[in-house]
């Protein structure tokens, strides 16, 4: 019997909604251990860094800070892609100090041509036909007869193909209806209910920005449901469970592959070899908490790089990781944006005041991987307020432990999601 196409969806959500018109008071006690300016913040990653660099050192810094955080035991799981475009859209609209914190986050220059040919770009490549199905969409939901200035509307537009709608916050539930229907429409209906009608001020939410990005594929050598056993796994907890585990053996399909002392790393590519799934095993008596520790974007494309060829016998457990809520908003603080979750910040790129500031920024995510391919899903709210208003020998690949994963795209070397498996079961 053909083996049906899988689902892989990933969505990331951007809320910004503006609330309030009293001023939040004195900022003065923000931390701003960022206030240096830097000409170019790529910069810092190196004279042959591209916007790919950014993502992903991006992508490492937001994972750390959630891998390290003692509240997410176990499994992780998010779309670094989703939520940098996201943060994107609005960076694009903020100004001073704001802007130069965002800047050193994100690694990109809001006035940089090279940065919105490189978004505009991969926007149009992930949203053409292949032998995976991948798209990704913006849109803009703003108050009723709330303006926003034209030229960041414009920009978003251009760069983002994001679309402009009104509704009528005045109706939180209303509201929340109409934007939810769009998010479950551009990820088959995997993500459902994100935003609450708690989360809309009826009188000062003026803005909302969604993100989204799907993808629909299967693995390129797929594994047999036949050949799957139930095999044990070890969590970090040195807890041992048994759980439903897909064997490739005795093949002669060559993958890419490298070890050193520390781990081994596998690429399975997808249909079409665009887009692969890396997953990075940490060998005996290393903990992933030492991979996450000497892991960032230099080194990942380190290792990437050092891959080959190679003949395996592979042994990966079916899994499914559906997060909580991420509260990203001390995350993205430590990474170094304070004040743009101050009664300081300044959106005026936005519509020509200094009265937004952003709230919360929210994430979550879902993925399931099995014999046929894998199915992932994520959404992100950031929510503003209104401050004033080849080798011949087999070699085993057995992730009966926790192992690190990445999925990205293989042209750019972007990642698009990222995440761990400490407990297949869960």
């Known amino acids: 019997m053909k083996l049906k196409a899988v689902l892989a969806v990933v969505v990331c959500i951007m809320i910004v909604a503006t609330v309030y018109v009293f001023t939040l008071g004195d900022a003065s006690n923000i931390t701003n251990q960022n206030q240096e300016t830097a000409e170019n913040p790529l910069l810092a990653l190196g004279e042959d860094a591209s916007f790919n660099d950014a993502v992903n050192a991006f992508s490492f810094n937001l994972f750390e800070q959630l891998f390290e955080d003692p509240k997410n035991e176990g499994n992780i799981f998010y779309s670094p892609y989703s939520t940098y475009t996201a943060l994107a859209m609005t960076y694009e609209g903020a100004k001073g100090l704001t802007a130069e914190e965002m800047k050193k986050v994100l690694y990109i220059n809001q006035d940089s041509k090279e940065f919105h040919e490189y978004m505009q770009t991969l926007y149009e490549y992930l949203n053409q036909e292949g032998e995976y199905d991948i798209s990704t969409a913006n849109a803009l939901w703003v108050r009723q007869n709330y303006q926003l200035l034209k030229e960041y509307t414009d920009l978003i537009k251009t760069v983002y193909d994001g679309g402009l709608s009104e509704v009528d916050f005045s109706n939180p539930q209303e509201a929340v209806d109409i934007i939810n229907q769009w998010i479950e429409n551009k990820t088959n209906n995997l993500i459902k209910d994100l935003i609450k009608s708690e989360d809309i001020d009826p009188f000062y939410t003026m803005l909302v920005l969604t993100n989204a990005i799907y993808f629909k594929g299967t693995w390129q050598v797929q594994f047999d449901e036949e050949d799957t056993i139930e095999k044990e796994f070890e969590t970090s907890q040195g807890e041992i469970i048994t759980t439903p585990t897909m064997c490739m053996t005795d093949k002669e399909d060559t993958f890419n592959y490298f070890e050193n002392e520390d781990l081994q790393i596998l690429e399975l590519p997808y249909a079409g070899e665009d887009i692969s799934m890396m997953i990075f095993l940490p060998k005996e008596g290393v903990n992933l908490s030492d991979i996450m520790d000497s892991m960032d974007r230099e080194t990942y494309k380190e290792l990437l790089d050092s891959m080959s060829k190679t003949k395996l016998d592979i042994y990966l457990p079916k899994f499914k990781i559906q997060t909580p809520v991420y509260k990203l908003k001390d995350y993205l603080i430590k990474l170094g944006m304070p004040t743009a979750f101050s009664s300081a910040a300044d959106f005026s790129g ?22 046929e391919g894998t199915a992932a899903a994520a959404a992100t709210a950031v929510i503003m307020n209104n401050k ?39």
């Open 350 to 371: 936005m519509d020509g005041t200094t009265n937004l500031y952003i709230s919360k920024v929210l994430h979550k995510a879902f993925i399931e991987v099995n014999e």
């Open 388 to 426: 004033s208003i080849s080798i011949d020998l087999t070699t085993v690949f057995d992730a009966d432990h926790p192992f690190l994963f990445t999925i990205h795209q293989k042209e750019t070397n972007t990642i698009l999601f990222m995440g761990n498996v400490d407990n297949p079961l869960e």
